[in-house]
């Protein structure tokens, strides 16, 4: 309601009857608002002019944790020309829609790795795309593995598009462009580019997942790491020298001491194991900091928290230790880094 409510214009004050602090609308009011809301909302395909990089968290929750505010892992890069999501935990196509993002032009899918907290929606981002628009299969890059993950879903889906294509008819909706088409990449090599933006993968260390990947994205002077799960490693802080934003996969024990000790307590089965498990391959967020600096690097950012910060006071203790300079993202945090520039420019949710 509230959002509904920023898209108010003075002429519908006349549909309003205020009570005290209680703002009623009259069916006519309702219709008049909701009219004025779609429009607003809805998809209008005028693109938004960014003259530089933009990065969108799309989603920042590992799965160790419930927040209904934090989609699972889901990076967004865009500009004027491109667009790509790197990741796409479950959750994230809504934060796609509360962003605004323009679905009908992606460029692609690159997933770090096929733990299910960074490939469950992207059956969702499939469908989004192919009904807005998107002209031909949708690619979804990855290291070894890919075509299994892409070709399961593709079978999962297939009545699917077979039942939407019947129903709206195959010049809105074409079957040739419903399934998604698997590209295998290599390690620690470009993996795409058109000249004026350049993607890198680099190994990282999420053992027994291998190969597990990073990405660099560089564009118009300006260059984005996001690093997928790992624990800290050479390869990644070699692959972010200089580099102007790190995203990075990020553990704290601070909190997750503290819950292992509490179902060591409670006599939980598994969830003990489990935890203690987890922090065999994630990066501890307070071991980070110096080798960002050795890098070169101008902002670190936290994503994919472990465990994930339900409120203030966790976020407070998932910080302690750390610098102020360094950030843990949230949902909808939006990074701008204008062409040939030094500037970064951070949006709050």
């Not at 990076?75 to 509360?98: C, K």
């Not at 990449?185 to 999420?206: C, K, M």
């Not at 601070?254 to 819950?259: F, R, S």
């Not at 967020?285 to 006071?313: D, M, R």
Request: hydrophobic content about 45%.
């Amino acid at each position: 309601m509230f959002r509904i409510l920023t898209y108010l214009g003075t002429g519908l004050v006349a549909a309003l009857m205020v009570v005290g602090a209680v703002v009623y609308f009259t069916p006519a009011g309702q219709d008049a608002l909701f009219s004025r809301a779609i429009v607003a909302l809805l998809p209008s395909g005028e693109a938004e002019k960014i003259n530089g990089m933009r990065v969108v968290v799309c989603g920042s929750a590992s799965p160790l944790g419930n927040d209904p505010s934090r989609a699972q892992a889901c990076i967004a890069v865009l500009t004027d020309d491109h667009f790509f999501l790197f990741d796409v935990g479950a959750r994230s196509p809504i934060r796609m829609a509360q962003a605004g993002l323009p679905m009908a032009r992606l460029s692609g899918v690159f997933l770090t790795h096929y733990h299910s907290d960074h490939i469950a929606s992207l059956p969702d981002v499939n469908l989004q795309t192919w009904v807005q628009g998107r002209e031909g299969p949708l690619n979804v890059y990855g290291p070894v593995g890919i075509d299994t993950v892409v070709g399961g879903f593709n079978i999962a889906y297939q009545l699917d598009r077979q039942y939407r294509t019947a129903h709206h008819g195959p010049d809105l909706l074409p079957p040739q462009n419903g399934p998604m088409n698997a590209v295998t990449i290599p390690t620690d090599d470009v993996v795409w580019t058109d000249g004026a933006l350049t993607i890198r993968s680099f190994t990282v260390e999420h053992s027994p997942i291998e190969p597990a990947v990073g990405y660099r994205i560089d564009f118009a002077g300006r260059s984005v790491v996001i690093s997928g799960d790992t624990n800290s490693t050479k390869s990644l802080w070699s692959a972010a020298k200089d580099a102007d934003l790190v995203l990075h996969d990020a553990l704290s024990r601070t909190i997750l001491d503290q819950m292992i000790a509490g179902a060591d307590a409670a006599q939980i089965p598994v969830m003990p194991t489990i935890m203690r498990d987890v922090i065999d391959y994630h990066a501890d967020a307070t071991t980070l900091e110096a080798q960002a600096k050795a890098a070169g690097v101008k902002q670190l950012a936290y994503y994919h928290l472990v465990p994930v910060p339900a409120n203030a006071l966790a976020e407070r203790m998932f910080a302690r230790g750390l610098s102020t300079n360094t950030l843990l993202v949230k949902d909808l945090h939006t990074f701008d880094l204008p062409a040939n520039s030094t500037e970064l420019l951070i949006h709050e949710p």
